[in-house]
């Protein structure tokens, strides 16, 4: 007969490897269940706006938001760029009134070439200057005026600059000088009389010692408004003008250049009153720009809340393939759950926000930063339109462009680094040898501007032409630089440039019609067939929830 004992024993040794086997099972099963969860994780991240509305019937909030923020983000830019060009004219013309006020027999784009080469010209140029300046509010058509600090005009400073000590004998090859510069200045008050019929005798015992003149400048300041936006129903600006006449005689080369330097500050007006509507006007831009605001904020929320899901989801997948396959990701399959597209619309809703509030601020004479506002809204604005390509790449037909640039990229730019070393050595050998006798080539930033108009074949004939032939030597070596330059960049870089993006191109499309190569990741999530109407991605959460219902139930029961 059997030993009672020994069959107890022998039954509870096998019910512990049966319950060793269950959860052995059971775990695996966990695992697979966990594996498939993720990878539908994976795949419904991945999805386009449409397929995801499919899946879950969440609704493409981010693609409305985008589209509506372009609307309005355009007609804000067009609004707020036609007022800009308003400042801007407005600018330009009183500089151009300016030269034709203040000096003598300007005409029309001889800016380069306005000087003076007598002594006589100096002193008719200068008091022709300081009368025009006395009698401005009588003779000027636009609403100029003096500046006042106080109760009192503020009075036009001649100063000249000269070396403190000089002794120059041409002929006889000897000079004596001490390069210190010394200034003098007068200073003449609006309500001054002049008389300027004889030079050299007069009331303000000015005079010029050419040897050890260096320059003179006569600086005053003026007034205006801008009244032309009162038509366009926005409030004027006043305006400060700071101008500077400079003749300069740094070179004692016997031609004394003279320019116009006129420095534009925009203030608010201190006591203003506009009968009419216009008040109302300004309060509705404003009310659409804060509307602008809280749809960019709403867009960088929900953009910003993506790349951190992303980010999340990036370092799910990165601890599960470690602890299961006992892999490492790979750099490239991280980085695409970092979407630059997201990004890229978080930056110009932060620039679009930025550059709106600067234009409530402007539209309401608390600040009159133009030029950073139109830098800020025309980035963002650029930036949104590129936005949408995006959107456009969920289509195969849209998407070759995008896929073409992202793949040639890296190329592009290790080419581009090494045709720069080569563009750089033209550009400093042509500023150096060139810049004297060639007027395109007198800086580098002109010297870049030319040889890149040149690649583009733009201008060719007037670069050879407008050399001079005063040295023989410079325009013989002149002709091999611009041919070799020619030559070298049409011809072989730029060719080779075309060829990389034109071999990325063929590549994609072959790809597109063959297939695209699989990553690591795109092979992971290969393995999940679920369709996005199939109801899976629905009920994701609510399997999770009764697996851990069922799991905590089974092993109460064990």
């Given at each position: 007969?059997?030993?009672?004992?020994?069959?107890?024993?022998?039954?509870?040794?096998?019910?512990?490897?049966?319950?060793?086997?269950?959860?052995?099972?059971?775990?695996?099963?966990?695992?697979?269940?966990?594996?498939?969860?993720?990878?539908?994780?994976?795949?419904?991240?991945?999805?386009?706006?449409?397929?995801?509305?499919?899946?879950?019937?969440?609704?493409?909030?981010?693609?409305?938001?985008?589209?509506?923020?372009?609307?309005?983000?355009?007609?804000?830019?067009?609004?707020?760029?036609?007022?800009?060009?308003?400042?801007?004219?407005?600018?330009?013309?009183?500089?151009?009134?300016?030269?034709?006020?203040?000096?003598?027999?300007?005409?029309?784009?001889?800016?380069?070439?306005?000087?003076?080469?007598?002594?006589?010209?100096?002193?008719?140029?200068?008091?022709?200057?300081?009368?025009?300046?006395?009698?401005?509010?009588?003779?000027?058509?636009?609403?100029?005026?003096?500046?006042?600090?106080?109760?009192?005009?503020?009075?036009?400073?001649?100063?000249?600059?000269?070396?403190?000590?000089?002794?120059?004998?041409?002929?006889?090859?000897?000079?004596?000088?001490?390069?210190?510069?010394?200034?003098?200045?007068?200073?003449?008050?609006?309500?001054?009389?002049?008389?300027?019929?004889?030079?050299?005798?007069?009331?303000?015992?000015?005079?010029?010692?050419?040897?050890?003149?260096?320059?003179?400048?006569?600086?005053?300041?003026?007034?205006?408004?801008?009244?032309?936006?009162?038509?366009?129903?926005?409030?004027?600006?006043?305006y400060d003008f700071t101008l500077t006449i400079v003749f300069d005689n740094k070179a004692h080369s016997g031609r004394i250049k003279i320019r116009l330097d006129n420095d534009i500050a925009i203030r608010e007006c201190k006591d203003w009153h506009v009968s009419g509507s216009i008040q109302k006007n300004t309060h509705y831009m404003m009310i659409f720009d804060a509307f602008v605001i809280l749809t960019c904020l709403a867009s960088l929320i929900l953009c910003t809340r993506s790349v951190i899901k992303g980010i999340w989801l990036q370092r799910e997948f990165v601890s599960f393939?470690?602890?299961?396959?006992?892999?490492?990701?790979?750099?490239?399959?991280?980085?695409?759950?970092?979407?630059?597209?997201?990004?890229?619309?978080?930056?110009?809703?932060?620039?679009?926000?930025?550059?709106?509030?600067?234009?409530?601020?402007?539209?309401?004479?608390?600040?009159?930063?133009?030029?950073?506002?139109?830098?800020?809204?025309?980035?963002?604005?650029?930036?949104?339109?590129?936005?949408?390509?995006?959107?456009?790449?969920?289509?195969?037909?849209?998407?070759?462009?995008?896929?073409?640039?992202?793949?040639?990229?890296?190329?592009?730019?290790?080419?581009?680094?090494?045709?720069?070393?080569?563009?750089?050595?033209?550009?400093?050998?042509?500023?150096?040898?060139?810049?004297?006798?060639?007027?395109?080539?007198?800086?580098?930033?002109?010297?870049?501007?030319?040889?890149?108009?040149?690649?583009?074949?733009?201008?060719?004939?007037?670069?050879?032409?407008?050399?001079?032939?005063?040295?023989?030597?410079?325009?013989?070596?002149?002709?091999?630089?611009?041919?070799?330059?020619?030559?070298?960049?049409?011809?072989?870089?730029?060719?080779?440039?075309?060829?990389?993006?034109?071999?990325?191109?063929?590549?994609?499309?072959?790809?597109?019609?063959?297939?695209?190569?699989?990553?690591?990741?795109?092979?992971?999530?290969?393995?999940?067939?679920?369709?996005?109407?199939?109801?899976?991605?629905?009920?994701?959460?609510?399997?999770?929830?009764?697996?851990?219902?069922?799991?905590?139930?089974?092993?109460?029961?064990?």
């Open positions: 007969m059997e030993n009672p004992e020994v069959a107890v024993s022998s039954c509870s040794a096998q019910d512990d490897e049966n319950l060793r086997s269950y959860k052995r099972h059971l775990s695996v099963s966990q695992e697979g269940l966990l594996e498939d969860q993720l990878r539908r994780k994976l795949k419904f991240f991945f999805m386009n706006p449409c397929e995801k509305f499919k899946a879950r019937g969440r609704k493409p909030w981010k693609l409305g938001i985008q589209l509506l923020k372009i609307a309005m983000v355009t007609i804000q830019l067009v609004v707020f760029g036609l007022s800009n060009q308003m400042v801007v004219a407005f600018k330009e013309e009183n500089t151009v009134a300016f030269k034709h006020l203040f000096l003598k027999g300007y005409m029309d784009r001889m800016d380069d070439t306005y000087a003076v080469y007598t002594q006589t010209d100096v002193y008719d140029q200068i008091f022709f200057a300081v009368n025009r300046y006395l009698q401005l509010p009588n003779i000027s058509v636009g609403n100029h005026a003096y500046e006042k600090r106080g109760a009192e005009e503020t009075a036009l400073a001649l100063c000249q600059q000269f070396y403190k000590r000089g002794t120059i004998c041409p002929g006889n090859d000897t000079f004596d000088i001490d390069p210190e510069i010394v200034t003098d200045c007068l200073y003449i008050e609006p309500t001054t009389q002049l008389d300027n019929t004889t030079v050299g005798k007069h009331n303000l015992n000015f005079t010029l010692d050419f040897h050890r003149l260096v320059a003179v400048q006569l600086m005053f300041n003026l007034k205006a408004i801008n009244l032309q936006t009162v038509r366009h129903h926005e409030l004027p600006d006043c393939f470690l602890s299961n396959y006992k892999k490492e990701v790979s750099f490239s399959d991280q980085m695409e759950f970092v979407n630059g597209w997201y990004i890229l619309i978080i930056v110009s809703d932060i620039l679009t926000i930025v550059g709106s509030t600067l234009k409530m601020e402007i539209q309401a004479k608390s600040l009159t930063s133009y030029d950073v506002c139109s830098i800020l809204l025309g980035t963002s604005t650029m930036l949104v339109w590129l936005g949408v390509i995006r959107y456009l790449g969920f289509f195969q037909k849209y998407n070759l462009l995008i896929l073409t640039l992202r793949a040639a990229l890296p190329n592009v730019m290790r080419f581009c680094c090494c045709a720069a070393m080569i563009y750089l050595g033209y550009c400093f050998c042509g500023w150096i040898v060139l810049g004297p006798y060639h007027v395109k080539f007198r800086s580098l930033n002109m010297v870049s501007e030319c040889l890149f108009s040149l690649i583009n074949g733009d201008d060719m004939f007037a670069t050879f032409a407008k050399m001079q032939q005063k040295s023989y030597l410079v325009w013989l070596f002149s002709r091999i630089y611009l041919y070799s330059f020619i030559s070298l960049f049409i011809y072989m870089v730029l060719s080779l440039f075309i060829a990389l993006i034109t071999d990325t191109y063929e590549t994609i499309k072959h790809y597109q019609q063959d297939g695209f190569p699989e990553t690591e990741l795109q092979t992971f999530i290969s393995q999940c067939k679920d369709l996005p109407n199939s109801g899976r991605y629905r009920l994701e959460e609510e399997s999770s929830a009764s697996l851990f219902c069922c799991c905590n139930g089974c092993s109460g029961h064990i």
